[in-house]
């Protein structure tokens, strides 16, 4: 990782779960790191953490909502005159509201899409176009996707949904996660085209998407599972601790400029 000690990342949604912990981890090794997230005062707290820590480099908070254009151009903005401008990108900001086929109110699928989707596809154009301008050609992009197999864990938030019949599980495994399921899959087939239009226009910046199987953050409160619901979850299914996530990124991150990482798939050991 030494050559990235003192450049700059922007991590999207680093006021909680995978996001909060890709941003300690890139401080923790000397980075310069912009948290951008609508909860600012949660990445401040985070920033002063490190410091008192001792991080060798730093947290810069950034308020910003990724659904909204003009936020992202704000913080490529605010990056390029504060520090210089980005060399890695980490679309991180993901949201998955419950979308139960026939009750989903119209805004949680615009919600998914353009966080999920469009926010990732709008970011990545400005940093690539910014790293180009800049005549950087090592720079990075990540994506946090999802392992979308059907698993235990959608199972167990439709059992929380309170769908009572076991029989009903596999004809409705997927209740309301759905639309979730096809974000994530638009950012798998979005990766490889990226990563293709990279090669086209002999670019050097590299793209790696990584997905998680079950890992333990706020993600489930914000479906719309209750606290104590979240909890059992995590508590009786294998998972991942958010750093395990953190620890792959910087992995990918670390290796020499002729290796592109296109994807890593983490489980939790037991995960079906
Ligand atoms: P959390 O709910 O803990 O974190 C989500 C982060 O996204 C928050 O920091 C939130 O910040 C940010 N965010 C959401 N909407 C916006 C927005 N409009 N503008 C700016 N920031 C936004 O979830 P996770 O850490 O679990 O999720 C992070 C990523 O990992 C997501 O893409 C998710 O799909 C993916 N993932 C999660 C898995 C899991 O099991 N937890 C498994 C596999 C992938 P704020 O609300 O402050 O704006």
């Known amino acids: 990782m030494e050559r990235w000690a003192g450049r700059v990342a922007i991590v999207t949604g680093a006021s909680s779960g995978i996001g909060a912990a890709i941003a300690r981890t890139l401080a923790l090794s000397a980075m310069k790191v912009v948290g951008v997230a609508r909860r600012e005062e949660r990445v401040k707290e985070l920033a002063a953490e490190l410091r008192k820590e001792g991080a060798k480099g730093e947290i810069f908070p950034v308020q910003g909502d990724v659904t ?54 709008l970011f990545t154009r400005d940093f690539v176009q910014d790293l180009r301008a800049r005549g950087v050609d090592d720079g990075h992009i990540f994506h946090i996707n999802r392992f979308t197999k059907n698993s235990k864990w959608h199972n167990n938030v439709k059992l929380n949904f309170n769908v009572s019949s076991t029989a009903g599980q596999s004809i409705i495994h997927n209740r309301g996660i ?95």
Not at 88 to 109: K, M, Q, Y
């Open 178 to 272: 759905y639309p979730y399921s096809g974000s994530k899959h638009a950012v798998t087939v979005m990766t490889e085209g990226l990563r293709r239009e990279l090669v086209e226009l002999e670019s050097k910046i590299r793209i790696t998407s990584i997905s998680p199987g079950l890992v333990r953050t706020e993600i489930l409160e914000v479906t719309g599972l209750t606290p104590d619901i979240a909890k059992q979850t995590y508590d009786t299914l294998p998972c991942l601790e958010t750093k395990d996530i953190a620890d792959a990124l910087v992995y990918a991150l670390g290796t020499p400029p002729h290796v592109q990482i296109h994807e890593i798939t983490i489980h939790p050991t037991g995960e079906d």
């Open 68 to 121: 909204n254009e003009s936020d992202i151009k704000r913080v490529m903005q605010w990056t390029k005159e504060k520090l210089g401008g980005a060399d890695v990108l980490v679309n991180n900001a993901g949201v998955a509201p419950s979308c139960v086929l026939h009750r989903f109110r119209t805004e949680n699928i615009r919600k998914i899409y353009e966080t999920n989707v469009i926010a990732l596809a």
